[in-house]
């Protein structure tokens, strides 16, 4: 399994520097191992490039201990919840720490609300990275188009299905590992499967859409942030940026080509309006950003040293 590459890769490291052999820096040293969770259709690696481009490294070289979740590419909230659950129980094990920050992209957001509300005993944080919080207007439009029950909707999510697995092979993980059903993920990226998902597990929600009084202190005890992009448009090189500009126009409101900023609102709202898309949040495609913003790579430095200011 990857992870225990990952762990093993990390107590070299630990073994290198008490000899005194790298000098690494403490900028990001958090008190809990940090986690990083992908949305849909994420990945750990792909040929060497990571879903969070360059972010684990510059993590790890300022001190933190990182490990970047494998869960489904596509499933549900709850199934990638449980399967994340067992992953950090791994984290926990081989680490000896008593709880984990975990960071989640997209749909890697819910994932995460999910782990801290069934197990807040394992989680120190958690923070939303353009998260699906309220919904997906892209999702409901995809809904509104597949008939539920239809043949064509049969069809539509078997032809997805296999893009997900290929995506796991690609990755270098077995798909018989993490079930794939991306029907169930559709349906709890909608408005309407993400309102069912809040009433369930309320942790540092708003009490209404696009307000921003989600408790950054929930009652389980586990810290709550988030931040996400407000444009779509942001690098004419990246070939991601049409797609996500197209999408982006139906929203009629900020967002970031798949969720809205409103959207994306959990606990403390450190800022919704980055100038970057989907994508540039976690310094995608191939770390193709925008020359006038601030770069992801030190929009997530700058917050694992929040969460050490935090004591997390």
């Given at each position: 399994?990857?992870?225990?590459?990952?762990?093993?890769?990390?107590?070299?490291?630990?073994?290198?520097?008490?000899?005194?052999?790298?000098?690494?820096?403490?900028?990001?040293?958090?008190?809990?191992?940090?986690?990083?969770?992908?949305?849909?259709?994420?990945?750990?690696?792909?040929?060497?490039?990571?879903?969070?481009?360059?972010?684990?490294?510059?993590?790890?070289?300022?001190?933190?201990?990182?490990?970047?979740?494998?869960?489904?590419?596509?499933?549900?909230?709850?199934?990638?919840?449980?399967?994340?659950?067992?992953?950090?129980?791994?984290?926990?094990?081989?680490?000896?720490?008593?709880?984990?920050?975990?960071?989640?992209?997209?749909?890697?957001?819910?994932?995460?609300?999910?782990?801290?509300?069934?197990?807040?005993?394992?989680?120190?944080?958690?923070?939303?990275?353009?998260?699906?919080?309220?919904?997906?207007?892209?999702?409901?439009?995809?809904?509104?188009?597949?008939?539920?029950?239809?043949?064509?909707?049969?069809?539509?999510?078997?032809?997805?299905?296999?893009?997900?697995?290929?995506?796991?092979?690609?990755?270098?993980?077995?798909?018989?590992?993490?079930?794939?059903?991306?029907?169930?993920?559709?349906?709890?990226?909608?408005?309407?499967?993400?309102?069912?998902?809040?009433?369930?597990?309320?942790?540092?929600?708003?009490?209404?859409?696009?307000?921003?009084?989600?408790?950054?202190?929930?009652?389980?005890?586990?810290?709550?942030?988030?931040?996400?992009?407000?444009?779509?448009?942001?690098?004419?090189?990246?070939?991601?940026?049409?797609?996500?500009?197209?999408?982006?126009?139906?929203?009629?409101?900020?967002?970031?080509?798949?969720?809205?900023?409103?959207?994306?609102?959990l606990g403390q709202v450190l800022k919704d309006n980055y100038r970057m898309n989907h994508m540039d949040e976690v310094n995608q495609t191939l770390g193709i950003t925008s020359w006038f913003e601030t770069s992801p790579v030190a929009v997530f430095l700058n917050h694992a040293q929040r969460l050490k200011r935090h004591g997390l």
């Amino acid at each position: 399994m990857k992870i225990i590459k990952s762990a093993l890769t990390a107590a070299l490291l630990v073994a290198t520097l008490l000899s005194g052999g790298v000098s690494a820096g403490t900028f990001a040293k958090t008190k809990y191992p940090i986690v990083l969770v992908h949305g849909l259709f994420g990945y750990e690696d792909i040929l060497g490039a990571d879903y969070f481009y360059k972010i684990p490294q510059r993590l790890t070289r300022n001190g933190a201990t990182v490990f970047v979740a494998e869960v489904s590419p596509a499933n549900s909230s709850e199934v990638r919840g449980e399967q994340l659950l067992t992953y950090v129980n791994e984290v926990l094990a081989i680490t000896g720490a008593q709880k984990v920050n975990l960071i989640g992209h997209s749909h890697g957001s819910p994932t995460s609300r999910y782990v801290a509300s069934v197990a807040p005993e394992k989680v120190a944080s958690v923070t939303s990275v353009g998260g699906v919080n309220w919904g997906s207007k892209t999702a409901d439009q995809l809904r509104e188009t597949l008939t539920e029950g239809s043949i064509g909707e049969g069809a539509a999510g078997l032809a997805v299905n296999a893009f997900a697995e290929l995506i796991e092979l690609a990755s270098g993980s077995d798909p018989r590992d993490k079930p794939t059903d991306s029907l169930a993920a559709l349906n709890s990226l909608t408005t309407e499967g993400s309102i069912e998902f809040n009433e369930k597990y309320p942790e540092g929600v708003p009490s209404a859409y696009c307000r921003n009084d989600g408790k950054k202190y929930a009652e389980n005890g586990v810290v709550y942030f988030s931040w996400s992009g407000g444009v779509t448009l942001t690098n004419i090189l990246d070939p991601v940026d049409g797609p996500l500009t197209i999408t982006g126009l139906e929203y009629g409101e900020p967002n970031d080509g798949l969720v809205a900023s409103c959207s994306s609102h959990l606990g403390q709202v450190l800022k919704d309006n980055y100038r970057m898309n989907h994508m540039d949040e976690v310094n995608q495609t191939l770390g193709i950003t925008s020359w006038f913003e601030t770069s992801p790579v030190a929009v997530f430095l700058n917050h694992a040293q929040r969460l050490k200011r935090h004591g997390l």
